[in-house]
């Protein structure tokens, strides 16, 4: 471990952290689906990164300015109609988005109907997302009817449901359930992947989900939040999950515990919504309550035609108080792993090039995306190479699944990522589900049922995370995961990209 942790410090030479930055907000407008443009983050005084013209604060949209706060601290304060609040606090907030699915659903309905009734009614059957997505594809009677209870509740009498999205936190983004300055809460711990649309999104447990489910309201506390700015030009071999990975491994996997993770700066500015959802899915990883991004441009065009319902985004205030402030200069970073058995043991990937794997797997709500898929597809195009090693894709949702098949890119000559992937023998892209992310039941496509090597697109390598207890996973991006396919060793993408 020591010995990973030094020789990552080379790829954070453009890493400082320094206390209590500070960072002006422009002032909160209100949109409707489709949004309209808003004034770019504030400055930034980063310690590795260029400095920023200064900016003056705004109004929070909450009334008279008594307290400086985090864009957490205000979604929290609006959803608890207070004026202010600081770290610490609890408060109960009206929920904008329940979400829950079929491991958590059943525990959920079933707290509900024991305290509220057996024939009672949700809050607000409006706001309640409910979507199947971790044992689906699977013979495994208890998985089948766990399905099945969601399925009574839903009044779905098909066994068949042609509404069957895919992984909940892509799909939540893809049908319009994320929105700027809104409270969305799921019974997973990855539901944070939504704070990418400038929302506060948390996972709570079951018992949580049921009182919501029929009330509306959760009490949570404040929490503190940490900014992590990020600035420079992204290269070309870099992708979100290896700055999240670098932050984890600078931070560790207790680093932001009950925290809120806020990420700013010219590089995240460049991101797309679904490499801003890679950023915030992972915060949990290293603790945090939360993860946000500043809703911009990007957010709202991303939002066109997905919502009809309002929203109005907030945004830090000038003398807001953090925790800390980390910043890094992304163009100095290099593509990094994070080796078994944990998220924050972080490594260069080049520095893991005598690591022999057994397969590779890109899927799951971190890695599943489409653009995760197009990044494999960059790789495996750029070689005009073969994988040496069982290659496993599982699109996130449907609409991956149909991109996959039907996208056609025209850096690829026209042609799709499935021809792609089929001309590099990968295994055919499977059925939309979180498949093997979390091991499931012994016939869930490509679970490690025997000790194996991975390098995943996932986000956890714990002990019998992805199956056998004694599998060993290597965490990394679409890019690192498409080249070591290539070689059938952890390979650094930029032999195949540069």
Not at 97 to 115: A, N, R, S
Not at 183 to 198: E, I, P
Not at 374 to 389: I, N, T
Request: hydrophobic letters at 40%; one cysteine or more.
């Amino acid at each position: 471990m020591a010995a990973s942790i030094s020789a990552a410090a080379k790829a954070s030479a453009a890493f400082a952290h320094k206390k209590e930055l500070s960072a002006a907000a422009p002032a909160p407008t209100q949109h409707r689906a489709g949004g309209s443009r808003r004034a770019k983050p504030c400055r930034v005084r980063a310690v590795a990164s260029p400095a920023r013209a200064p900016r003056a604060p705004a109004s929070t949209g909450l009334g008279t300015l008594k307290t400086a706060m985090t864009m957490t601290e205000k979604i929290l304060a609006r959803a608890s109609d207070r004026a202010s609040l600081e770290p610490g606090e609890n408060v109960w907030v009206d929920v904008d988005v329940l979400m829950t699915h079929d491991v958590c659903g059943p525990g959920t309905i079933g707290i509900f109907k024991k305290e509220f009734g057996e024939d009672a009614k949700v809050w607000d059957r409006e706001k309640v997302v409910i979507i199947p997505d971790h044992y689906i594809f699977t013979s495994d009677e208890r998985a089948n009817r766990n399905v099945d209870i969601l399925r009574d509740l839903y009044g779905a009498e098909d066994q068949a449901n042609p509404d069957y999205k895919g992984v909940c936190h892509v799909a939540l983004a893809q049908e319009g359930h994320c929105r700027p300055g809104e409270v969305l809460l799921g019974t997973d711990s990855h539901t944070c992947n939504a704070g990418a649309f400038g929302q506060f999104a948390t996972g709570i447990g079951n018992t949580d989900a049921g009182f919501v489910l029929g009330t509306g309201k959760a009490l949570l506390k404040v929490p503190p939040t940490i900014r992590f700015v990020l600035d420079g030009e992204m290269p070309p071999y870099l992708l979100a999950k290896d700055l999240i990975l670098q932050i984890i491994g600078e931070i560790s996997v207790s680093g932001a515990t009950y925290k809120s993770m806020e990420f700013i700066g010219s590089t995240v500015e460049s991101l797309n919504m679904e490499e801003r959802m890679t950023l915030c899915n992972m915060v949990i990883e290293a603790g945090g309550k939360n993860g946000v991004v500043p809703a911009d441009e990007t957010t709202f065009k991303y939002l066109e035609g997905k919502t009809s319902v309002g929203y109005e985004p907030v945004y830090s205030d000038a003398q807001a108080r953090f925790v800390s402030d980390y910043c890094f200069d992304v163009s100095k970073l290099e593509p990094v792993v994070a080796k078994p058995h944990s998220p924050d043991n972080r490594a260069l990937a080049r520095e893991c090039k005598d690591v022999k794997i057994d397969r590779v797997y890109i899927g799951s709500c971190t890695g599943g995306k489409i653009e995760d898929f197009l990044a494999a597809a960059k790789v495996f195009f750029a070689s005009g190479k073969k994988v040496k090693v069982p290659t496993f894709l599982v699109p996130a949702t449907q609409k991956v699944w149909m991109d996959v098949y039907g996208l056609k890119v025209p850096e690829f000559g026209g042609k799709t990522c499935s021809q792609i992937f089929e001309e590099a023998g990968c295994d055919t892209p499977a059925s939309p589900s979180c498949g093997a992310c979390l091991g499931g039941p012994r016939d869930t496509y490509a679970r490690m049922n025997e000790p194996m090597v991975c390098v995943s697109t996932t986000n956890r390598n714990f002990p019998g995370r992805m199956g056998h207890k004694d599998g060993q996973i290597y965490l990394a991006s679409p890019y690192t995961a498409a080249a070591s396919a290539l070689t059938g060793y952890v390979t650094d993408p930029r032999d195949f990209l540069m």
